[in-house]
């Protein structure tokens, strides 16, 4: 009797999966249907992964792309966005002689003062200081450009990873996924393009990219080209590369200590091994000839 009942319940959970798959398939075809109309969901594609020097528990920056990715910044970058809390004196971790960071600062001016008199003047900046603003103001910064302020570029690296979901997440645990942001930038940058779905509403003046995390457009036009900047080094002068190379950068300029935090965790985890150990091995030696 009880193979009976059970064989009966078994047949009747099978018959209710086959009929639950069989709606799921007739209601895909609407689904799609209706998805033209429903509400978009950003960034309307996920960032893609990247392969970058400085993944995983092990990885280094590349001192040689964290360099060109300074100088797309500088030429092309700069010229909208701030990195206010990064100082000239930390481009030393880049390689560069402590002659070179102070020639580079120079570059810059920078506000100082009051003088004697009470004024404010501008003065060429030192190591010391921070990477200024091309805009005197937030309100100068947002009236430049269609009324959006572009952002501080100082830790945007990480302010902008995108939630991987369901089951990404889980397995970024164990393999130490942090490059959201850099995979991101990358993305968002390589990501323009001239034709639009046609259900999307795109406001004038904006530019569709499907990998823009707030919207299915942005005021910022595609800022860069093939050719635009010249490597000295002979890599690639193409978008994808560009691309690449200040996402890096941006990613040290976030984070510069990464290596040395990588190094630090890792000597944890060989001491907490070992300690284990020692703690087993005292335990098994203390109640070795202990009656249990």
Known sequence: MKKLVAGILSLALVAGLGASFATAEEAAPAAGAEAEHATPHYPLHKPKQQDWSFAG?????????????????????????????????????????????????????????????????????????????????????????????????????????????????????????????PDYIYSLLTGYEEEKPAHLEVAEGTHFNPYFANAAALAMAKPISDDQVTYDDGSPQTVDQYAHDVAAFLMWAAEPHLEERKRTGFMVMVFLLIFTGLIYLTKKSVYANKEH
Do not use: W
């Open 57 to 181: 528990p092990f990885g280094k920056y590349d001192k040689g792309q964290l360099q060109r990715g300074l100088k797309v910044y500088t030429e092309v970058c700069s010229a909208c966005h701030s990195m206010n809390l990064v100082s000239f004196r930390t481009l030393e971790g880049l390689g560069y002689s402590e002659a070179q960071v102070k020639a580079f600062a120079a570059n810059y001016e920078v506000q100082d003062g009051p003088n004697s008199d009470g004024e404010m003047y501008m003065r060429k900046a030192v190591p010391s200081d921070h990477f200024p603003s091309p805009y005197a103001n937030h309100e100068a910064a947002a009236a430049s450009n269609n009324g959006a302020a572009p952002p501080d570029f100082s830790l945007i690296a990480k302010a902008r990873g995108i939630t991987r979901g369901f089951p990404q997440f889980v397995f970024d645990i164990f393999t130490q996924y942090q490059e959201g942001g």
